[in-house]
């Protein structure tokens, strides 16, 4: 039986990647797509790359009837994401994209993003959404908050090398190169073709950066201490990709096989052989992972790299791949899709 | 049952693109993998974002059992390709990639070629592979010729103005904007990163552009008498993709009509309402190729806007999709795949 | 005597390149820059690449005393500018480097800005500035209009051949490819870089580009007739730069001896040898104007290729190449940089 | 009087770029330009960028008459370069691109370039082209051998932090950020643009980057003892430009105070204001440098972030001020272009 889809705030990116990989999933339908400001238009107007698909007209999200929706999607923007939730039919399965239930402490979701949460009681109901990690959590699941695009791609590097402690755990270094589709469909001058391209520069540097809240939250919880890494995030000529270059104190070996033990089974996470490092081109467009492992010349000292699409693996695939948990497909379903190169 | 394909020339942007679709299509399995110079080593070597597939090892290809294949790609390189298909089994179905079959006449092949053609009796079994103006003859052939990427983008354009006469036959020009990807992966210092982004420049312009020939044998045919196009194509800072601008004289709205009716069935041609030109951005990675028509300020004149992927629609795309026919398979099999947006 | 300079609208991107050129500019000294909605800033703070230039802060325009200015460069956006040099000293050396003053006639600055002109007066005393055509009255004007960054690639491909008329006045077509600085710093989707990037479409297309204003003017004072052009502008991804691919009947070496001839002396403009044809990337910002000419294979037709940078020569060089002559410098003072590659 | 130039190897990016700013030099001529390969051919056929500068043929080496030379750079390649330098006239000025002169040790040069030195007694008599730290050397210098482009940024953050002792010696980090002109016109498929545009990537990582000895012969000079740092340099897709993440374990208003003092008065090398970090978008084109410094959430912990333009800066810039000094030029002379933006 195909499951009937509804995806609110389908007028950015994260929304548009949704129907993208819907568009082809065996075992789901799009039943509704709202955007507020797009309402009455058609998403082949939002986005003429989907002017091939037959799909529902952008609606206002009080115009959906969710008695006819098995799961929804929510790809709204932050902060309004909880308050809109908060609202929907208590026993709508719902997977979130936002950064409204990453975190799961009230205190820390008002240190890092500012301000009070307004659906407090949600957020201890919230399941993280990694998925690889939180798997039976998840298809138990109600609502599954999806995780950071660059929280994801550190925490394939460094989940497994806490839990086995094979690393020292107060000298990690997270220093991130991120493509320009995470940043969303945002109007701002340094996300401008002139501005952007042909070069390269830091942002939120310094510790600031929001998904800190995540990486603290889960680390911590795996080391059974607090942990905090050291996070750099770097704005790069391309549209898609994070790269994650992630310096660890531990014997790289010991780091490639335990990455390689933990990720053995895992469909969408492939460690590469050990000295071999991977490219953000080869995960574009999929949900696929690529992790590598390479001793520095100085002993003891290792480098995990990660790459993953964050607009898939770090956001609409990971959506998806929670969503076929949370309504008993296979988790596969609809996302063994190859990555584009070149 | 699902059909043996075996690839020939797998080392190749096209070879991989082929690769890519198929590892998502419900009726072909990999059965054979050949790239001369790289035998010996895997796939995921040579192209490591296809590292989360499953797949035979590169071998050369004396070393293939075509006994145990149902379809062959040829995608190997101009000119030494009619030798490879000459020596293949009589009986094995073939979809080429190559120029080598495309140009009926020997004596053209040798004109826009610059050598003899060395296997003449195959260049008349061959049948021109643009599907949706061959389809009979594409299902019933052994041998299928894929068209230029260049030529594909210009024929659907024009293909239906000419026939219905509702364009001046001596006044086409196209002028075409190309993306890197159709030079393949050959070494050129102007095809370098350093020399190509960030700027544009003509290539093959002054009719000199072999593509040409393709124009002039199917429109000619089309017409029934001689017709000669202007052609200028330029080189992109972009990966994938073709948009031909096509210059014509004629009354612009019963341009519009004539192909929106001729390609009203049509899976993968798509026409936008008049007056809307499309954009290559919205069929990167997918087998659609987007139409549009706007008339000029001067009465009587029109432009016509075609993009495609030169990868897929103008080269993989379409040779998947004559396979399907060629197979028995739904034209469309495994190749609804959404484009990447963005 | 070093001569005063003023920008007004120094925050946008012709403003920046204005100052750009200047820093090593011998006769020039920059004494004042306003940026209303940025006054109070540093210049630093707005273009962090000319942290390295003493420069004045950015004020409002009635901060300025202009006493103090020998001339003035207005990079304000088109329609508000009318009104600002409107209330200008009358005695005050102006280059204009918006629209406003293009179109001598009120009417056509009507039809092609959707609103009457509201300085009809100055309207009539601008000179348009197109250098290699109006030197003298430049030198002798007052206020001289730029003109726009596409038309003035056309204008340098066309205007000799229509003065000697060596080709068809009624066939012209003019296929423009346009980087995405020429659009300003403005917010809007379609320059994104994840929208613009590794794409292309085209922009005001089927008539309706403002710059067919200039055209239309310019080459039907040549002819002493109408004249209309064809012009479809394409949107690239790169930053600078246009390559107008000019479409012609007549003889084309009598197109190239037309040329090469009328810029036999020119120090901007190169006209390569017969058959070649010029790249974008080998005039980045430069002052230069590189033009090729190649005869199609059918018989009475020419290409003309001209690339230039859009702020560079389509538009902050080009205006100072006015100030030198309006300020009696030496006409390429400050303008020999060479292009940047790769 | 204008000192007579000679460029070898000028086929190459760096002897392009060292033509580029030498255009516009005051005290520069160009009397002869050598490529081995392409000799016989004009400047503009190799780089038509340069078409509009008067210049000498390409030769051979042999072909020139260094008596008519006041000072020769050599943009040959490594290895290569040792021999030709060996040969030419023993009071002849050179400024070396090459990596061969910048190793002092000959048992460090077969270390990291894989082959006994050729000139060893050579290898002595050359100064370290980094100027702002050779100064009186490098003006009193026959031989002057420019640093790695990489190891230049990584310099500039780090020298002044190790001589005052502000960082702790034995926990540096380098994660670089490098454009592909650094790579030079090699034609290998990751240099393509339809490999490398779009995504990144690491390269010789793991300890193994040549540059690698440069950092460890200064900085272990300067510090009286063996340092070793940790380096990671990724290739991305931009042309010029390297960002240099530095990360130090020390007091980060002390590491930005050691910067800001050491750099107070060099006409290249800015230091922002604490907190704010640069992006290579501000110097490309130019022989500037900027520099900023962060603190991380974690006490004790400083980011330094450098940008310079490799092929500048990097090479070809550092190269020219190193020549103005061994000629008694002004240091900044023909060196003071702004940066190219957007």
Known sequence: ?????????????????????????????????????????????????????????????????????????????HATTQAVIRDLPRDLKIVDLSADFRLRDPADYEKWYGQPHAAVELQKEAVYGLTEFYREAIARGRLVAGTGCNAAAGQFALRPLIAARVIDLDDILIDLKAGVSGAGRSLKENLLHAELSGGTHTY?????????????QEFSAIAGRPVRVQFTPHLLPMNRG?????????????????????????????????????????????????????????????????????????????????????????????????????
């Open 204 to 216: 939120s540097a310094g510790g600031r950066h929001r998904h800190l809240g995540e990486f603290d």
């Open 1 to 77: 039986m195909t499951q009937r889809i509804a995806i609110l705030g389908a007028s950015g990116y994260t929304g548009a990647e949704l129907v993208r990989l819907i568009a082809t999933h065996p075992g789901m339908r799009i039943v509704a797509l709202s955007a507020d400001r797009k309402a009455g238009m058609a998403m082949a107007e939002v986005f003429p790359f989907l002017r091939h698909i037959d799909l529902p007209g952008l609606v206002r999200i009080e115009e959906i009837d969710f008695a006819q929706v098995d799961l929804c999607f929510c790809a709204l923007p």
């Open 242 to 342: 994070i790269l994650a270059t992630v310096y660890v104190k531990g014997d790289p070996q010991a780091v490639h096989r335990t990455l390689a033990t933990a990720y053995a089974g895992e469909p969408f996470l492939k460690v590469l052989p050990f000295g071999q490092l991977p490219s953000t081109r080869d995960i574009a467009g999929s949900n696929f992972c690529h992790l590598g492992v390479i001793g520095d010349r100085i002993a003891g000292r290792a480098v995990v790299v990660s790459v993953l699409d964050n607009l898939t693996k770090g956001s609409s695939g990971q959506a998806i791949q929670n969503a076929n948990l949370m309504l008993g497909l296979p988790e596969t379903a609809g996302l063994m899709l190859a990555p584009m190169f070149p």
